[in-house]
């Protein structure tokens, strides 16, 4: 049974307005990432998405759609977006409307089976863990979830902003991870490495973990 939280996870998701998701690419993805995170979008993060992208895929916390719309798709293409806030539904949708996706408005920690059997080849999972409120053994409810919607040779990826005492931030990232922690827009001060590997591990048999400048990347599959 799918676990269940108490936590409120709308801070994570309301604080995308349609006026901060006109900055988003720019506040998040071009200055944040390169000079807090230390992680940067186009060398890194975008060359990860696409390289486990596969023509079967679904996109939980979608954002902007910046990663989607600058990849590129087979004939056969399909795309499902999932997200809390419509806003963002509707921000990614704007970009990649000739792919028709399906729209899911879903809270991904506390779901009501919006996804319903559907199954996926890859399904990815970018800067949604570290907008969830609790520990990382919390938020493996997420995995609970969606290694029911991978397909047996699938692959969940993802990436996620780390916390904890042995991740040094500079200047810059620990005054933004004070104020977005302190507001509920993240909920990452404890989310280790360690720990996120060892709740993936309660999920999936193959399990990949790394991390760049503040940034971990994972790759989780069913079978090792
Ligand atoms: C930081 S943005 C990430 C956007 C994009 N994936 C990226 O990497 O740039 C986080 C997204 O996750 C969504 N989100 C936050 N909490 C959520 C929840 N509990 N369930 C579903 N989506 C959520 C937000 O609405 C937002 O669109």
Redesign the pocket.
Known sequence: MQAKLNHD?QA??AV?TPLVLKIYDWW??EFSNRYAWRCPTRSVLLPFFQQHLSANHLD????TG??LAHSSFSTEQKVAL????RN?LESALTRIAHLQPLLIQ????KPSGALGHQRFDSISL???LH??PGNMPDKAAIFELLHRHLTADGTLYGTTILGGDEVVHNWLGRRLMKLYNRKGIFGNQHDTLADLESALSRYFAKVSVQQYGRVALFTAKLSA
């Open positions: 996870t994570g998701a995308y998040v993805l939980v916390g979608v954002g910046y990663y999932l997200d809390l806030n963002s879903e809270d991904i920690l970018f800067y949604v907008c969830l």
